[in-house]
């Protein structure tokens, strides 16, 4: 699992088997376009999300001309949050065939995000409704990891301007 987008260089990550991105915070700009009578009808991310249940997930999209398999999946639920945009995660499937994903295995991936929500860092983290457990984990791996803003500026030796010098 990729903790973020795939990103614009799929084809960088062709020798990985199994994997997908997770995105916590995404763009709020995209349309979608939905099955329906008469050719279906376009709505906006807010529209597609605000009625979205807990534990289940959005019809798939294909993005990046069929290389790519989109999908949102609600990991909260919503009557506890502020927003429709809370609670939900993006969901990244790398589809280099371009063929149709099984809906089974979409249903599959959604179910296991939603058993991996079960880490809650309310107040820790302001992403705390879309966070799923082994990300979490990792990214307080990497904070703890690296040593403190303070110690860092400390060992830093700045230049400084000596009279009459021109720093360029």
């Known amino acids: 699992m990729l903790d973020g987008s795939l990103g614009k260089d799929l ?3 062709k020798d990985v088997p199994r994997f997908l991105g997770v995105t916590k915070s995404f763009s709020r700009e995209p349309l979608f376009k939905l099955p329906g009578a008469r050719g279906g009808r376009i709505v906006n991310l807010y529209e597609l999300l605000s009625n979205l249940p807990f534990s289940a997930r959005t019809c798939a ?4 001309s069929g290389k790519v398999v989109v999908w949102y999946v609600r990991l909260r639920e919503q ?6 945009l809370m609670g939900v995660v993006k969901v990244e499937f790398p589809n280099p ?5 099984p809906s089974d295995l979409i249903d599959e991936i959604s179910s296991a995000l ?3 929500r079960q880490v809650t860092p309310h107040g820790k983290d ?3 409704h879309a966070h799923l457990y082994a990300i979490y984990l990792a990214e307080q791996a990497v904070k703890t990891g690296f040593v403190s803003t303070e110690a860092l500026m400390a060992g830093i030796k700045w230049p400084t ?6 720093i360029r």
């Open 97 to 101: 065939s371009g063929e149709a994903v």
């Open 161 to 166: 301007q000596t009279a009459g010098a021109v």
């Open 11 to 13: 084809h960088s990550w």
């Open 79 to 84: 009557r506890h949050l502020d927003y429709p």
């Open 114 to 116: 939603v058993a991996e």
């Open 126 to 128: 302001i992403r705390w």
């Open 61 to 64: 999209f294909s993005a990046r």
